[in-house]
Each structure stands twice: as structure tokens, then as C-alpha cells.
């Protein structure tokens, strides 16, 4: 059984920072791109930023140079460092892994069960 648990959620005034962390467990063999999307009330799901393994990050224009993605493989962690954060990066913020178990050799792509993030003063 694999599993994508996030954490670092909360609530921060205009102008603030958070960390978002999500963390792989499970009977994982490998990993491939790990990634963060957000759902903001009354909205789709969006994708804020992925991170490849062996490759370069990319980033939602609406987050580009405020949020940073990255990930410690030794781990299998991937972090969202928010800055300058905005009332309308509220949300809940998931993410998401392509994993390969150690029982199963097809790529599945697993999600996390989010974390509530609220921006306001």
C-alpha cells in the first residue's frame, strides 16, 4: 500500500510564507514526477507546479517566482515553499506522485488527501 500524506497548511495573513510538505510511504520502488494542484472553493482543481525526477521544475504562471517546488528523493518528500502569499492562493492544496510499488511494475499516478491553505487578514 502506498500513500501521499501532505502537511504545513494553515492559516497566514497577505504577504505571507508557508511550507507545504507531502510525504510518500508505502512499498514504493520508485518515483517519478512529483507535483502540487490546488482547488480553491467553487473551482477546478488547478496544477500550481511539478517537479521531474531528473528534470526541471515548472511552475503556474499565476505562482512563478513566489512558490518554490522541491523534493528530497532520499525521503520521498516533495515541498511547496509559498511566499508573498495572495488571498486568492486559498485553497486546498493536494499533491500528487507517479509511484512504481514493489508489487506492481505499472506507474500509478497517487494523490494526497489535501491541505487546507487560507490567505486573509
Known amino acids: 500500500q502506498v500513500q501521499l500524506v501532505e502537511s504545513g497548511g494553515g492559516l497566514v495573513q497577505p504577504g505571507g510564507s508557508l511550507r507545504l510538505s507531502c510525504a510518500a510511504s508505502?512499498?514504493?520502488?520508485?518515483?517519478?514526477?512529483m507535483g502540487w494542484y490546488r482547488q480553491a472553493p467553487g473551482k477546478q482543481r488547478e496544477w500550481v507546479a511539478s517537479f521531474p525526477s531528473g528534470g526541471s521544475t515548472n511552475y503556474a504562471d499565476s505562482v512563478k517566482g513566489r512558490f518554490t517546488i522541491s523534493r528530497d528523493n532520499a525521503k520521498n518528500t516533495v515541498y511547496l515553499q509559498m511566499n508573498s502569499l495572495k488571498p486568492e492562493d486559498t485553497g486546498v492544496y493536494y499533491c500528487?506522485?507517479?509511484?512504481?510499488?514493489?508489487?506492481?511494475?505499472?506507474?500509478?499516478?497517487?494523490w494526497g488527501q489535501g491541505t487546507q491553505v487560507s490567505v486573509s487578514s
Open positions: 508505502g512499498s514504493i520502488s520508485s518515483i517519478s514526477t
Open positions: 500528487n506522485a507517479v509511484v512504481r510499488s514493489t508489487y506492481n511494475p505499472t506507474p500509478l499516478l497517487m
